[in-house]
Nanobody, 124 residues
Framework: DLVESGGGLVQPGGSLRLSCQAS????????SGWFRQVPGKEREGISC????????YYQDSVKGRFTISRDNAKKTMYLQMSSLKPEDTGIYYC???????????????????WGQGTQVIVSS
């Protein structure tokens, strides 16, 4: 299982840290990442991190503002989001891949384990 937490309402320019707690599988063997979905649009991969904390990937829209990290001892992944914009609003899902590394742009087809999502609203 994957369980997200940390979402909420934040003003533009603010920060949030999302957490993803894993259980029931070998989380530390796989690349993991964060997806975002807004109504009427497809789920998009925004950031990924390799099994060992390397090979990070960021979608262009979040580069320089979001930082992904993981603590395998705690089976937890994080997404630190700063300088938030209204267009960052959406449901954020964490997911774990069947691969060791991210390998660039993210496809939801390669992710086997999914959380239920946490809502992020960026609004004044």
């Amino acid at each position: 299982d994957l369980v997200e937490s940390g979402g909420g309402l934040v003003q533009p320019g603010g920060s949030l840290r999302l957490s993803c707690q894993a259980s029931g599988f070998s989380f530390d063997y796989y690349a993991s990442g964060w997806f975002r979905q807004v109504p009427g649009k497809e789920r998009e991969g925004i950031s990924c991190i390799g099994f060992n904390g390397g090979d990070p990937y960021y979608q262009d829209s979040v580069k320089g503002r979001f930082t992904i990290s993981r603590d395998n001892a705690k089976k937890t992944m994080y997404l630190q989001m700063s300088s938030l914009k209204p267009e960052d609003t959406g449901i954020y899902y964490c997911a774990s891949s069947s691969r060791y590394f991210c390998g660039g742009a993210m496809s939801s087809d390669t992710y086997d384990f999914w959380g239920q999502g946490t809502q992020v609203i960026v609004s004044s």
